[in-house]
């Protein structure tokens, strides 16, 4: 028997009592206020089950959303959740002049039955693995992406071509740059090195790659140098690779093309390379302006001009 039906059975003896030998004895007896005896008197109807205590949340809130906000609630969700979540919905919100939290905001998108499927709970690092980078350039994470197969249509898929994703991400603003090419080849390395250097306002120190052969040829030669290399070393960067076989070494920028492909690629086509960086830049400038937990509450771009205005 549960607390709850333990309790309703209590007060059902105590109503009977009281039904046989009247409401002011059966208060004496149980040690019952006389009041609540009367109120439980008037809601038994024979059973235990009538007497079970009901919910004492209040009906409604005077700071609770309004008809008109749960309206655009349910228009932004049904818009923006499928393809930029929670935040996503939240940032639409505020542009039509929404001023909530985000946490008021899914707390009644949730009362309203606007919910997603539950997701396995993760467990949580007490401690960082890695130093905090404190400062923009101090370390840019570099990676390349292939464009997923069913993104490509027109010539570029009859051609049985391939196209490809640059990235980088700075450690410490998660502010990035991307560019897209056909080829995966170190020279197309040194000219997205080239395009960084003008897109960041900040100087380089460090980039971190994985041991890609666009990246180094430390395991193809011991002489001979990769473009990559001999351009880094004449722009005086340190080029940092990490372990053989441990991708999470550059876990900001695989992470940023996870979010690349539930934002973006899931979503978009391309007929040619031209076309790909068309909606590159406008993807980017989104995800350079998109607000972040992990900074915070605050985007790249505002945490990149706070550090260069320090």
Known sequence: MNMITQEAKKKQAVVEYALKYGKSAASRKYGVSLSSV???????????????????????????????EEKQIRNSFRKCYA?????????????????????GMIYAAKRMGLTAPPKAKRKSRTHRRYPEILVPGEKVQIDVKEVPYNCLRGAVLRDNKHLYQWTAIDECTRMRFVYGFEEHTP???VRFLAMLIKAFPFRIQTVQTDNGTEFTYKFISDEK????????????????LIPPRTPWHNGKVERSHRNDQRYFYDWETFRNVEELNRKLEKHLIWS???VMRTLGGKSPTQLLREKLSA
Do not use: M
């Not at 009367?38 to 949340?57: A, F, M, N, P, V």
């Not at 140098?225 to 940092?240: C, E, M, N, Q, T």
């Open 83 to 103: 393809r930029y979540g929670w935040d996503g919905v939240h940032s639409d919100l505020q542009r039509k002049g929404y001023t909530r939290s985000l946490s």
């Open 187 to 189: 020279e197309n390395s």
């Open 288 to 290: 350079n302006n998109k």
């Open 225 to 240: 140098v990769s473009p990559f290399d001999k351009a880094l070393a004449r722009l005086g960067i340190r080029h940092k």
């Open 38 to 68: 009367k109120r439980w008197c008037k809601r038994y109807d024979g059973t235990w089950q009538s007497l079970i205590e009901k919910s004492h949340r209040p009906h409604s809130h005077p700071n609770q959303h309004t008809p008109k």
